[in-house]
């Protein structure tokens, strides 16, 4: 299975940008879709964005929609997830995602897991 490994978390003040990055074992263009999710303490976790695995089409969350961005670099096998005007309500711990399907914002339709980084806003 692809490995993933997230780095780039991290504290910041709100209002700051931050940018995560998600190092895959192997090319996910045309082969794989990619995703972060979040999950904060006593909550499910849930997407925030997602991308077609040949394409630019891209899913984001209502809370991330004009705020976050993700992005793939597939010379470098990265994923990013770019996080503009960040809240506290953001906080918490950021995964990335692989899934051999279509580009689907579904926990249960992704099989390779990063182990998750830290997001920490304050205000």
């Known amino acids: 299975q692809v490995q993933v490994v997230e780095s780039g978390g991290g504290s910041v003040q709100a209002g700051d940008s931050l940018r995560l990055s998600c190092a895959t074992s192997?090319?996910?263009?045309?082969?794989?879709?990619v995703a972060w999710f979040r999950q904060a303490p006593g909550k499910e976790r849930e997407c925030v964005a997602s991308?077609?695995?040949?394409?630019?089409?891209?899913y984001y969350a209502k809370f991330g929609k004009g705020r976050f961005r993700i992005t793939r670099d597939n010379a470098e096998n990265k994923v990013f997830l770019q996080m503009n005007s960040p809240k506290p309500e953001d906080t918490a711990i950021y995964y990335c995602a692989v899934t051999r399907s279509v580009m689907t914002n579904s926990v249960g339709n992704y099989d390779c897991w990063g182990q998750g980084h830290r997001v920490t806003v304050s205000s």
């Open positions: 991308l077609y695995k040949n394409r630019a089409s891209t």
């Open positions: 192997e090319n996910t263009f045309g082969r794989y879709a």
